[in-house]
């Protein structure tokens, strides 16, 4: 009588165990498809990220399915940008960034910034990041074929740079990755393109 009670405890404490074992590999597989963005953005070949204070709509028109955008991630990832002098090129993309988005959310600078990148990829612009900005037409802050001073010492140039730096390696994911146009949402232009995101007060499209 002893013997047998004694075996039916091993048995209750083995099927305990792999209870709890299979409890914890179910909740270790849910958190899997939770992990931060950023390692989304580091296994996308062309990956597409805002500071805490972030009011950012980000209107997914794509559909996609990406895990919820960690901006304070993101936040941390400008942080840890190098900071100094850039390459000609990237001064230009840090410009762009500067007078189109300063006022927008980390994002919504980003996004900006992967719509020049883009552009140079893309066989229907210059293929280079001063050729895209300085195009005839295509950015209002350019006159004369001239860049506006920058006041360097600023915060917001400091940002767009490491937006600049971002964008230019696709280390972060943005929700109008593909997009080659934007507008100011207070406009209303006819068209004829695909819609791929809202963010902030821009809408994006390819």
């Not at 209750?12 to 914890?24: I, K, Q």
């Not at 794509?62 to 919820?68: K, W, Y």
């Not at 005839?136 to 001073?149: C, D, K, L």
């Amino acid at each position: 009588m002893i013997r047998r009670l004694g075996s039916l405890g091993v048995r209750v404490a083995t099927l305990s165990f792999m209870m709890t074992f299979l409890g914890a590999a179910g909740s270790g597989a849910l958190a899997a498809t939770h992990r931060p963005q950023i390692a989304a953005a580091q296994a996308d070949p062309s990956p597409l990220s805002t500071d805490t204070s972030d009011a950012a709509s980000a209107d997914l028109a794509t559909g996609d399915n990406r895990p919820a955008i960690d901006r304070r991630s993101l936040a941390k990832l400008v942080s840890a940008q190098p900071t100094g002098d850039l390459p000609r090129e990237l001064e230009c993309l840090a410009g762009a960034i500067y007078f189109e988005a300063k006022s927008e959310s980390l994002l919504g600078q980003l996004a900006v910034g992967r719509v020049i990148v883009n552009r140079t990829r893309s066989g229907r612009f210059p293929a280079s990041y001063c050729g895209v900005v300085f195009q005839h037409s295509q950015f209002s802050f350019i006159r004369g074929n001239v860049m506006p001073a920058i006041p360097r010492s600023s915060r917001s140039w400091r940002t767009a740079t490491a937006i600049a730096q971002i964008a230019h390696e696709g280390s972060w994911a943005s929700p109008a990755e593909g997009a080659l146009f934007f507008h100011a949402a207070r406009v209303t232009p006819n068209w004829k393109l695909t819609r791929v995101a809202q963010i902030d007060r821009h809408i994006f499209f390819r």
